[in-house]
């Protein structure tokens, strides 16, 4: 079994900064691609950046230019730092990553944290 762990939120005003974690443990072959998706109160859940294997990156627009997503493939951990956060940027962060796992077959699944709750205000 595979776990996502995230950490790093929490409460900030407008023009803080956050660094987000998220680890994976468990019975992990391979990293594919990792991302961070995140879902704000009474919207659907959308994607806020991703990361390749080989390091490419992709980014919402929303925050292009603000957000840098990044990866330590040797402790399977994405990170996601998020300076000049606004209130628009409150939601819960999810982190999620595509892992092959071991089986006969080389088995690949998505996985999904639990979330981390940003919220950032007054």
């Known amino acids: 079994q595979v776990q996502l762990v995230e950490s790093g939120g929490g409460a900030v005003q407008p023009g803080g900064s956050l660094r987000l974690s998220c680890a994976a443990s468990?019975?992990?072959?391979?990293?594919?691609?990792m991302g961070w998706y995140r879902q704000a109160p009474g919207e659907e859940r959308e994607m806020v950046a991703d990361?390749?294997?080989?390091?490419?990156?992709n980014y919402a627009d929303s925050v292009k230019g603000r957000f840098t997503i990044s990866r330590d493939n040797a402790k399977n951990t994405v990170y996601l730092q998020m300076p000049s956060l606004q209130p628009e940027d409150t939601a819960v962060y999810y982190c999620?990553?595509?892992?092959?796992?071991?089986?006969?077959?080389?088995?690949?699944?998505?996985?999904w944290g639990q979330g981390t709750q940003v919220t950032v205000s007054s």
């Open positions: 468990g019975s992990i072959i391979s990293m594919n691609n």
């Open positions: 999620t990553a595509d892992v092959t796992v071991p089986s006969v077959f080389g088995r690949r699944r998505v996985y």
């Open positions: 990361i390749t294997s080989g390091g490419s990156t």
